[in-house]
DNA sequence: ACGTGTGAATTTCTTCACAGCC
DNA sequence: GGCTGTGAAGAAATTCACACGT
């Protein structure tokens, strides 16, 4: 968020589109341009041109992109060229489900701990691979490990002194399940995910 | 998305956040102001001002906005002041989350129905409420149910074929857990969750 | 005095259109 | 001929700043 802020972050939210769009573009061939990407995302061709240009020179006037290459500098730019260690915080139903969610270590996003408050869960095993661990754990495992991302299913109401001891603990990147805006450091990027905001998005336009 | 279409989409997109942080100044008192819902969210007291005056004039001046009030228009705005019902398509991890999930239900999204391809999960009943039905069923339910939004949960690969029956049986709303974009007629609300692609946007500003 | 609602100014984002290279 | 990369133009979103009602 440095350097870094030169480029608009409305430019870097469309990136991990653009790579997914590649990734199935890649069955159909091994180049593709700012026409055919931008037809499947539903953007216009100007738009992929500028947005890529703005990271580099990665297509050939007359053919395109190769996809090969072209994933490869997105993915570099995204900092995804490496895998990322991730920390579960919080076991309950969501928890659950995203610990049996084969897609993060899929795209290089590895879960290697989880905790909960909750002493009845700790000592379980999910996934034969994770098991949940005490909350008092929660320093010890981010800095040993050395864990950067978090991953936060913990109720509302705790969501937020939760984040903050993250923070203390030396996270830089929570993805936050909990319906409330948390209010930390600028440097700590944060995204959320809320379905109810979603469907409320959805119901303006029904009816 | 008709008449409608006269408010930018982004505005809209708003609207559910100001709703959740009305919720939370309610506890403090029954008024508030652009100046308190702008620090409470991270925008401009302008932007809150200009975005509200575009359903109507909802506050007065030297005093603000009255909590209770502002709620009630938005929910009409966004129609969520009355009860909505979902079908869930697809019952594997998220689907199984989603069903034990009590956000929607206190937000007046129901889910009334819950369909699967797996015939070993059908009949199964989860939450003491909901029983799994076969798919064969989907035109049956939602027509006599009269449902219009769906949740779809299944895999990526069968995401667009499933969207399409949706569609064609009477859904006008999706939001989809699948990893794909969905190409549907253009009067189709659709909201994607991809907890990858929120990863990969915040992988770009660490390091 | 306080704080809304809103035209006007400003900034940001998107599209246009074309020179230049494959 | 096809398609990129990019200044310039255009559109959209945000912020400014202030008249006006309470």
């Not at 870097?12 to 990734?23: D, F, G, I, K, S």
């Not at 061939?29 to 240009?53: H, P, V, Y």
């Amino acid at each position: 968020m440095d350097k870094k802020k030169e480029i608009p972050d409305i430019i870097v939210a469309r990136l991990p589109l653009y790579l997914r769009a590649l990734n199935i573009l890649r069955e159909k061939g091994n180049t593709t341009n700012s026409k055919e990407l931008g037809e499947f995302l539903g953007f216009s061709a100007a738009q992929i041109r500028k947005d890529l240009s703005q990271f580099g020179e990665f297509g050939k006037q007359g053919t395109g992109y190769n996809i090969e290459f072209l994933s490869r500098q997105i993915e570099t730019i995204l900092n995804i060229d490496d895998d990322w260690k991730m920390i579960l915080v919080g076991c309950g139903n969501i928890g659950h489900a995203i610990m049996n969610y084969s897609g993060f270590s899929r795209n290089r996003f590895h879960i290697v701990a989880a905790v909960d408050s909750n002493p009845e869960l700790v000592g379980k095993t999910v996934n034969d691979v994770i098991g949940i661990r005490s909350i008092d754990d929660l320093q010890q495992i981010i800095q040993t490990e050395g864990i950067q991302i978090a991953m936060l299913t913990v109720p509302a109401a705790e969501a937020q002194k939760m984040a903050e001891k993250l923070v203390e603990y030396g996270i830089k990147g929570i993805l936050s399940y909990a319906p409330v805006l948390l209010n930390l450091p600028d440097d700590i990027q944060i995204e959320y995910i809320d379905p109810v905001l979603s469907l409320q998005h959805i119901t303006y336009y029904l009816k």
